[in-house]
């Protein structure tokens, strides 16, 4: 960019600012720059950050300008790449984030369950990511070493289940997309959410009576559900999850367009090649023909046009006989990426039996776009 003419450099700038990755102390420091732009009204605001403006002094923040002022037109998403307890409770961020009126991504490490956020509320905020990487600690860790009575610290410990409500973040008029991660669920059937989700997607999350995933869905506008799974997560062995793959709950999920539920896949040390041997058969999902078929139903699904699962473990000479047994004429899309047994034979044989199903698929469904392949 410092190479770069006047011209090029406002050509450019939306589409490498449009991204931004920061820390708390980061942010806290963009904050505390723009106070005097605030308006007089947001007591609330002035009021969380009286609590820390000691620790910022401290911190020796520069006073130019913020970065995020500077490019708060161009920036469209925003990472808080460590995790801050102390931000989350006390500071409310999310009304100074109103200012950036491009601004629809939120991605937050945060070690906390979501009730932080049932005290926050947001009307630009469309796509909102929640994760948790402990070994992001920066701004806890700059704050400690300036205070050593520690008289912020609220570190989590990891081995507690993080709970996620939805009804915790209602007050984000314009949430439609939500990926969480390793978050548990537990909110009573009677405890209806506003929320108009598009898109969920959930890795490593858990549940556990009463709930079911159509809590997810009281609106009945979620067109997206992505499911995904590291292979040695317990999870996947679950009554609760046995349930929702063999369609036994009454989920009300004949909104979804598009379902993925993804098995990651983990190969043995000794063998390059995952397989039914040198997988730990324990933790993974056989993809069978009645639980394609369940997929398949359209009384559950009548809307899906996208069916994808992957590391899911399959005899590939099954197959071809699945397609004479099931009904995938709505689909538009069948992409399946499987796992496979030592009875399929060698590479150049393996290749020969996924040709005859391909085949076999555009017989039967000429319409369909079809992919698979062996991981």
Request: net charge positive.
């Amino acid at each position: 960019m410092a190479s770069l003419d006047t011209k090029y450099r406002l050509h450019f700038k939306p589409y490498i600012f449009s991204h931004t990755k920061m820390t708390w102390f980061d942010l806290l420091e963009e904050i505390e720059k723009s106070k005097l732009t605030l308006e007089k009204n947001e007591l609330s605001l002035e009021k969380s950050l009286t609590g820390t403006r000691d620790l910022l002094e401290k911190g020796g923040y520069s006073q130019e300008d913020g970065f995020l002022e500077k490019y708060k037109y161009c920036i469209k998403r925003i990472r808080i790449i460590d995790s801050y307890s102390y931000g989350e409770w006390q500071i409310d961020f999310l009304k100074y984030l109103e200012n950036f009126p491009y601004l629809t991504q939120l991605v937050v490490n945060s070690g906390n369950s979501s009730n932080w956020l049932k005290y926050r509320s947001n009307n630009c905020i469309r796509h909102l990511s929640l994760y948790f990487d402990p070994d992001h600690c920066e701004t806890q860790n700059k704050f400690l070493s300036i205070n050593p009575k520690n008289i912020i610290q609220l570190i989590r410990a990891t081995n507690q289940p993080r709970i996620f409500n939805l009804n915790n973040v209602k007050s984000f008029s314009r949430l439609s997309h939500l990926e969480l991660n390793s978050y548990h669920f537990n909110w009573e059937p009677s405890e209806l959410a506003t929320i108009h989700l598009i898109l969920l997607s959930l890795t490593n999350c858990t549940w556990e009576y009463p709930f079911s995933l159509s809590q997810f869905n009281t609106n009945n506008t979620l067109q997206a559900l992505i499911i995904k799974f590291s292979s040695n997560n317990a999870f996947i062995l679950s009554e609760r999850f046995n349930k929702f793959l063999n369609n036994v709950d009454t989920e009300n999920l004949s909104s979804i367009q598009t379902l993925v539920i993804n098995f990651d896949a983990v190969p043995s040390t000794t063998s390059p090649i995952p397989s039914l041997e040198t997988v730990i058969l324990s933790w993974d999902k056989y993809l069978s023909l009645g639980v394609l078929t369940r997929f398949l139903n359209r009384n559950r699904y009548p809307n899906l046009n996208n069916l994808c699962l992957y590391g899911w473990l399959l005899k590939l000479q099954n197959l071809s006989e699945y397609f004479k047994n099931i009904d995938a004429n709505h689909l538009h899309v069948l992409d399946l990426r499987v796992m496979t047994d030592s009875n399929s034979g060698d590479f150049s044989q393996r290749k020969l039996i996924l040709e005859d199903i391909k085949h076999e698929a555009k017989r039967q469904f000429p319409n369909l776009k079809f992919k698979v392949c062996v991981i």
